[in-house]
């Protein structure tokens, strides 16, 4: 079905178009389910919504947050969301996505637990004495795209016959070895350690977006341990769960994972050998249960890659400058992550589930959202983009019954861009005072 800007006047217009696209995309008017407490671990979320991790690639050298990171986790809170989901977060220097990703080491430590502090306290003030989200920091190694200093300096779980070519990436390019992921995971349960003497109720043991170990997932075709078998593609992730779950019995464990890469077989995780388009969750669905088992209390759902397949993880209406507009229906792409997450929900109903991927539906986002709580596809939903661009959407809704019309996230991929131009990033269209220039810079230097 082809590609279709957003044009909806009204939910009804919209419920009109998901019926002609046969697509099962529910939407109710009854927004009840988004005021829902949830347990997870020891601690009840004040509702269900949440702002997933969104990098500002705006830390210091050091890799402490710095007055725009500030400012976002302020306006984060400001907006009332039962959970925060803090950002992409290097667990060492050279595991950065940029050279001002957040890193998370002895020497920064500080500079996050005052980060969640004043965030929380901003929200507070906002949002009434008793406002205690529930706050999560991901942690990450960038594995292939890391760029810790201004250039790319990738590390490989495998080859890959698609993405070496677009990345340049050349044939004799060395894969990381077994002992480097062995001492890796010590940098894991450090991170966590910092993170839990931070305030942290989980931590994100971040396992998707074909970063270094969602990439280990897919890794078909490496030798040894770490590759070929499903026991040796998810040993890293389910070692660094033990051990953390081991050493740090204090945190709860989350995982931001990817059910589906949108990625050729044998290169791709959750995808059927056959088909690239077509998910495949029989491994996804067993590692998950693997997973609980070792004492994650939380899955947020997610899928594709940022940088190939931004259709799947992010629909929207424009793409990123010279790259093209995808074929694929936003709409489709909306309700393949609702469904994915559904199953993910059916399959292990002792785990909390977290939805992605609602931002293209622009002020439709709480319907789609309280459909899907309202019938158990999930217990909580999150908005990255919309997050950005109205940062007060869980507000609203809760406290208003209504997302405003003007100001919603438009899905113009201006956000994605500016991290592609190695920008700080944020809304240029809603937050334009701050991103709008920024904006404007990065265009006319990779123009
Ligand atoms: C600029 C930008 C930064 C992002 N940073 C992260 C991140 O740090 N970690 C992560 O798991 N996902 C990240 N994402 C993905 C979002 O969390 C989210 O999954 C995606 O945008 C789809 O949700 P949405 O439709 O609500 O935007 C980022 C997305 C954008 C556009």
């Known amino acids: 079905m082809p590609h279709e800007r957003f ?9 009109a178009k998901v019926e002609e696209l046969g697509l099962d995309l529910p939407l109710d008017t009854d927004l009840s389910p988004l005021a829902r407490r949830v347990r997870i671990g020891q601690k009840e979320t004040p509702n269900a919504l949440a702002i997933h991790p969104m990098e500002g690639c705006d830390g210091t050298a050091e890799g402490r947050p710095d007055d725009l990171t500030i400012r976002r986790y302020l306006r984060f809170a400001h907006g009332g969301a039962g959970l925060l989901w803090f950002e992409a977060t290097a667990v060492m220097r050279e595991a950065r ?26 929200g507070r003030e906002a949002n009434g004495a008793d406002y205690d989200p529930y706050t999560v920091i991901q942690l990450t190694h ?3 795209y890391s760029r810790p200093v201004d250039k790319p300096a990738p590390i490989i779980a495998h080859h890959d016959g698609v993405l070496d070519g677009v990345m340049n990436i050349p044939a004799d390019h060395p894969l990381v070895t077994d002992d480097y992921l062995d001492r890796l995971q ?7 350690r910092l993170a839990a003497r931070c305030g942290f109720d989980g931590v994100d043991i971040k396992s998707c977006h074909r970063y270094l170990l969602s990439e280990l997932l897919a890794a078909h075709t490496r030798p040894g341990k770490y590759g070929g078998s499903f026991e040796n593609r998810t040993r890293m992730l389910l070692s660094v769960v033990r051990r953390v779950r081991e050493e740090v019995p204090e945190v709860d464990i989350t995982l931001r994972m990817n059910v589906f890469d949108g990625h050729p077989f044998p290169w791709g995780w959750g995808v059927s050998q056959e088909d690239a388009n077509t998910p495949d969750m029989t491994e996804p669905l067993r590692l998950i249960g693997l997973l609980r088992e070792a004492g994650v209390a939380l899955v947020n759902v997610t899928v594709g890659n940022p940088y190939f ?3 799947i993880n992010r629909p929207y209406d424009q793409n990123i400058v010279g790259a093209p507009v995808t074929e694929e229906h936003p709409l489709e792409g909306v309700a393949r992550i609702i469904d994915l997450a559904r199953q993910v929900r ?10 992605s991927g609602y931002s293209w539906l622009r002020q439709y986002l709480g319907n789609a959202a309280a459909a899907v709580l309202g019938r158990g596809w999930a217990d909580i939903v999150g908005a990255g983009r919309e997050a950005f661009a109205y940062p007060d959407f869980a507000r609203d809704l809760l406290n208003e019954g209504a997302m405003k019309t003007r100001g919603v996230c438009v899905a113009c991929s201006r956000c994605s861009q500016i991290m592609r ?13 701050i991103y709008g220039p920024i904006y404007e810079e990065g265009r006319q230097a990779h123009a």
Request: proline share 4%; hydrophobic share 40%.
């Open 7 to 15: 044009r909806f006047r009204t939910l009804d217009d919209l419920v």
């Open 97 to 122: 996505a940029n050279p001002r990703q957040l890193l998370l080491v002895e020497e920064t430590a500080d500079s996050f637990a005052r980060l969640r502090e004043d965030a929380l306290a901003h």
């Open 142 to 144: 960038s594995g292939r």
């Open 186 to 192: 010590d940098r894991y349960v450090e991170a966590a």
């Open 309 to 311: 397949t931004p259709h």
């Open 346 to 355: 059916e399959a292990h109903p002792d785990l909390v589930v977290v939805g």
């Open 421 to 433: 131009d190695h920008g700080r990033t944020g809304c240029a269209m809603f937050d334009r005072e």
